[in-house]
């Protein structure tokens, strides 16, 4: 008998586990995603709102510009009208004298009429405001206006109230006189920002010239400068110099939601990452728990079967006896599931000197039940043995054992006595299945009248019968796990075993051991317990 | 677990008649113990089995039915598959439990 009978496997697959830092990985990673999408997100409302602020105020810068040729005109048309009248006073003082006030429409405080060769004996008339251009600033801001038909911004005027200065001098020849006019720039340079213009939500600020020193302050709607935030400048001619305009953003240009996304992203990103982190910490614990389950379960499992396979190793028979002139083998395989001792036996009962009593028995059920029963038979036979009972008898007196009204319980029981020397072979079956005789490449079942199963009935009466065989033949004996199969009726099962051992023709024990194995080939639910003898071919010497 | 079920009905003349189907094996012994359990109670004379559904029973199924047919008078197997059919003469068993047909 031995140990390496069917193994019931069970797969691990490694496949299937959950590594145990998948959820600080899926942190890891979905934070850095979160934060790459998020900075993305912001860089993207950055450069988008810094190309809008660009646009704007590139728009915004043109409407300083177009505020230059009503101004050129103003002053040219004041300036062709000196020279054509050769200065007359009171034509250009009532030429100018619309333009020159505080009321809409009116452009300049000042506006005055200079003769290019007497600048230093001050202006030849003044209409508005004095020009408060001293003889030294009067000249340095009209030296830029000796090209004739051009409008010279002459720069800023800081006292005694902020004013920006423009000169146009007729061409030459009719050259000569040079018309001054300053408009007035709000107190601090202060200019609030009406809802409706160009500059609705936009900070700015406005320079003369190219660059935004706080002295070229032309206007800006801040309290202070420079502005804050993220800004764009633009510049723009203006006349013979350039405005700079720049311009910063109170809001969003593009909306609040583009503003607000890569935060939205960052947090609805960071919630999705620490759910999916927790799912996953979750399931790695329960696939850990099911694993440590499953580990006790293939333990208690593999316990339980060797417990159950040690208490049926220790109910069969340790060794089975030298018998002179007979060679013997047995198996014994459990059942799938193993875990049950099961109720099958056989057993090798030397009778004198020639004769040996051959047992293959199965005891109804499975587990301690049976097999204290299957004990109980075992024991009892040998016993009975012993007093020399023939097998008719002994199986009648089993019933004493095994009561299935009582216990529930029945047995199947062959004895067979072999004769060795004559090669004879008296079977008595109590419900057992025939034993198989191997002869000269033919196979045969042994027929005998089947008796009630052990259990059944307290006085039934057992026949045999005997059959001499040749020598070299074999005789098996087995139960019911070897032949039967649910979907397949018992007549077919004996056929096939029947054809399986004349397949063979190894030695006994390896027979025994290809049709225990050709048997489980579909996952015979059932024990088997299996014994073999064999003859010698040649006669004994 | 193997597919088994179990119906107990009585029939025209007051006997007991269990529709036994599917597998019976260690496993659904119990089940059929439980169903029949209340005909047995009245101590009955007859017990039929319908067994033509059945596709196997092992041993304790059958240990279960000799268990009962020697509590009443007459255990009837009605219309036992070919494969019982063997198994039961198999195991010498056709005397004690009677077939029909």
Known sequence: MSDDGVEHEIHASRAERWPDWLPLATLVVGLALTAALALASAAQYRSNEQRLLRLRVHDAATLFTAALPEIQTSLGSAAELASATNGDVRRFRRYVAPLVGTKPGQSFVTMSLWQRSRISRGPVTVVGAAPELSTKAAAAFFAGATRGGTLNVTGLLHAPAPRIGYAYAAPAPAGGYIVYAASAIPPNHKSPVQSNSAFAGLDFALYLGRSQRPRDLLLTSVNSLPLKGRHAAAVVPFGDTSLTLVLSARHPLAGTLPQRLPWIIAIVGTFVTLAFSLIAARLATRRRDAERLAGENRRLYAEQRGIAQTLQHALLPQELPAIDGLELSARYAPGVDGVDVGGDWYDVIPLGRERVLVVVGDVSGRGLPAATTMAALRYAIRGYAAQDDPPATILTKLSDLVSVSRDGQLATVLCAVMNVDRREITVTSAGHLPPLLISGGDAEYIKSDVGLPVGVETDHAYSSATVTVAPGATFLAFTDGLVERRDESITDGLARLRGAALEQDGDLPELLERLVRGSHRDAAEDDIAILGLRWPSSTRS | ?101
Do not use: C, H, Y
């Open chain 2, 1 to 101: 677990m193997a597919e088994f079920n179990a119906e107990l009905t009585t029939n025209e003349n007051g006997t007991a008649v269990v529709a036994v189907r599917g597998e019976l094996d260690i496993q659904t012994v119990p089940q059929l113990e439980a169903v029949v359990a209340p005909a047995l109670e009245a101590n009955p004379t007859r017990l039929v089995l319908d067994v033509s559904e059945l596709r196997f029973a092992d041993s304790s199924g059958i240990a279960l039915w000799v268990r009962w047919a020697a509590q009443v008078d007459e255990l009837e197997l009605l219309r036992p598959s070919p494969l019982l059919r063997r198994v039961l003469t198999a195991m010498g068993l056709e005397q004690k439990l009677r077939m029909t047909p």
